[in-house]
């Protein structure tokens, strides 16, 4: 099993900049992969970064340029550093981590970007 406990999010003006974290604990050396999606009312969730456990990153088309995914082994932290916000970023985040043998996912956090 695999525990992902996501913080950060919050109301921020667009063109500022929040730092989302999540926190992973169990069998952490089974991930393969960790990454970040985001879900706003009446649409699916989508993928915004990711990172593999060799460290190859992956963005959204939307964020590239914007948002930075990292991480911290000794903390058992991934981040998502979000800059030059814009109210389409208003979405529920959360943090996934995929195994070999399925996909786990966080609570979600909020983030709200005021035009």
């Known amino acids: 099993q695999v525990q992902l406990v996501e913080s950060g999010g919050g109301l921020v003006q667009a063109g500022g900049s929040l730092r989302l974290s999540c926190e992973v604990s169990?069998?952490?050396?089974?991930?393969?992969?960790m990454g970040w999606y985001h879900q706003a009312p009446g649409k699916q969730r989508e993928l915004v970064a990711s990172?593999?456990?060799?460290?190859?990153?992956n963005y959204a088309d939307s964020v590239r340029g914007r948002f930075t995914i990292s991480r911290e082994a000794a903390k058992n932290t991934v981040y998502l550093q979000m800059n030059s916000l814009k109210p389409d970023d208003t979405a529920v985040y959360y943090c996934?981590?995929?195994?070999?043998?399925?996909?786990?996912w966080g609570q979600g956090t909020q983030v709200t970007v005021s035009s």
């Open positions: 990172i593999t456990h060799g460290g190859f990153t």
């Open positions: 169990g069998s952490i050396s089974s991930i393969t992969v």
């Open positions: 996934n981590a995929t195994t070999v043998w399925r996909t786990f």
